[in-house]
């Protein structure tokens, strides 16, 4: 059997009672471009970008724990288009997959252009936060139970990236 693609109530912790679903603690968050925030091509700085980023991401991994968390580390970010100023962003974060105390947030950043409504799928960010006690040390976080194809799909794809992750740490 491929494990990867198994989606059994142990794998997806449907059987947990203190399991929340990625619905639970989902955030979305809107940010107008304007100009202090733009490089001089009057597009958003991806520097501007990746702290959104970072605090929807934080925002989903604390509803999800309901605990203080770190940002552990954000994978390779690309940004395929640029977001002129006056435009707006869209923040869209979930919580893919967890382990014991740390959580993926995948974050989906759109833009959307004022006057037509046209919106473009500019990034997708992964991030690792890690649930902390109140003495700074790493704290266990709620199970995760998938629900939607999709957020079964998420949690494939996030369990094969932290184990990634990990391997790569492991080899230094
Ligand atoms: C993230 C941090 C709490 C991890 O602490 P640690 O003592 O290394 O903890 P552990 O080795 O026990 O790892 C705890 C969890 O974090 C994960 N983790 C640790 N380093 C990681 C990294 N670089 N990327 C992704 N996950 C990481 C581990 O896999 C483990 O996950 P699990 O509990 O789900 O199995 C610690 O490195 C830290 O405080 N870093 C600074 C965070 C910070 O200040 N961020 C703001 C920007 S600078």
Redesign the pocket.
């Known amino acids: 059997m491929n494990t990867k693609q198994d989606t059994t109530p142990e794998n997806s912790n449907s059987g947990d009672p203190n399991a929340k679903t990625p619905s639970d603690s989902a955030v979305e968050m809107r940010e107008l471009v304007l100009p202090n925030d733009t490089n001089t091509h009057g597009n958003i700085l991806g520097g501007k970008v990746l702290h959104l980023v ?1 605090i929807a991401a934080a925002m989903c991994a604390m509803r999800h724990c309901r605990k203080p968390v ?4 954000i994978d390779e970010v690309q940004f395929h288009y640029p977001i002129p100023e006056g435009h707006f962003l869209l923040l869209k974060a979930s919580v893919n997959f ?6 993926e947030i995948g974050v989906k950043v759109l833009s959307e252009d004022p006057m037509t409504g046209e919106m473009r799928h500019t990034s997708t960010a992964y991030l ?3 649930a ?1 006690t109140a003495s ?3 704290s ?2 709620p199970r995760l139970n998938p629900q939607s194809d999709e957020e079964k799909r998420r949690f494939e794809k996030g369990r094969d990236r ?1 184990e990634a ?2 391997e790569r ?1 492991r080899q230094g």
Do not use: I
Not at 70 to 73: K, P
């Open positions: 970072d770190v940002t552990a580390s967890v382990g014991r105390s740390s959580m690792t936060f890690v902390l700074k040390s790493p266990e976080v932290m992750r990990r740490r």
